[in-house]
C-alpha cells in the first residue's frame, strides 16, 4: 500500500466510530487499483465509474451512492468527502469519517461509501482539476475550483451548515446527487 494512503488509513483507524470504514477503504483501493492497471500508486482510489465492495463477511453493507455532475472538464479528480452525524465534524479539518478520488468522464462522476449503517451523513466535493490535492482560491479568496454539498446546499459566503447538507442513508442504502458549482 501506498506510504501516504497507508498513513491516511492508519491515521483514520485510530477513532474508534471511523474502524467500520477502514476494511470497506482498503478493498476500494484495491479493486480500483486493479481495475485500472495502477500499480499501486498513491492515487489508487481513482476510478471513472465506482462500484461499492462487498463487506467482510459477504455482506452487502448499507451503500451510499453519489452522482456528481456539472463538471466544466474532466480533467484531475474530483475528491469526495463523507461526513458523520456530528454538525461540529462538518467541514473541521480531520473531521471527515471517509474520503475518495474518482475520475470524471463526460463531465461527471460517481463514487459509492460503504458505511456502517443507516444514519445523518453530509457530503462534500470538489473538482480537483489540476490534481494537486488542495481546494484552489482566487487571490480573493474565493473557489477557483468547482464544489459542491449534499442537498446542493446554497453557498452565499461559504460553506453551508451541516443542517443544510445533512441528509438521511436507509437501511439498504441511499442514492444522491449533487451538482457542481464554478
Known amino acids: 500500500m501506498p506510504q501516504t494512503l497507508a498513513n491516511t488509513l492508519s491515521r483514520r483507524a ?3 466510530a471511523r474502524d467500520h470504514l477502514l476494511p470497506a477503504l482498503i478493498v476500494a483501493c484495491g479493486l480500483a ?6 500499480p499501486g500508486s498513491a492515487y489508487a482510489a481513482e476510478e471513472t465509474a465506482v462500484a461499492c465492495p462487498a463487506a467482510a463477511g459477504g455482506a452487502a453493507g448499507t451503500q451510499l451512492h453519489i452522482a456528481l455532475t456539472g463538471l466544466r472538464n474532466d480533467d484531475g479528480t474530483v475528491s ?3 461526513y458523520g452525524e456530528k454538525p461540529a465534524a462538518f467541514m473541521a479539518h480531520r473531521g ?8 470524471p468522464a463526460g463531465r461527471q462522476a460517481e463514487a459509492c461509501f460503504l458505511v456502517s449503517g443507516p444514519g445523518t451523513y453530509a457530503v462534500a466535493v470538489y473538482h480537483d482539476a489540476n490534481n494537486n490535492h488542495h481546494f484552489d482560491r482566487t487571490f480573493l479568496g474565493l473557489p477557483a475550483e ?3 454539498f449534499s442537498n446542493d446546499a446554497p453557498t452565499p459566503v461559504g460553506p453551508p451548515p451541516f443542517s443544510a447538507a445533512k441528509f438521511a442513508i436507509q437501511p439498504g442504502g441511499t442514492a444522491i446527487a449533487i451538482h457542481l458549482r464554478y
Open 80 to 82: 469526495v468527502t463523507l
Open 146 to 148: 468547482g464544489y459542491g
Open 33 to 38: 487499483a486493479s481495475s485500472v492497471g495502477l
Open 14 to 16: 485510530t477513532h474508534p
Open 96 to 103: 471527515w469519517i471517509a474520503q475518495a478520488r474518482v475520475t
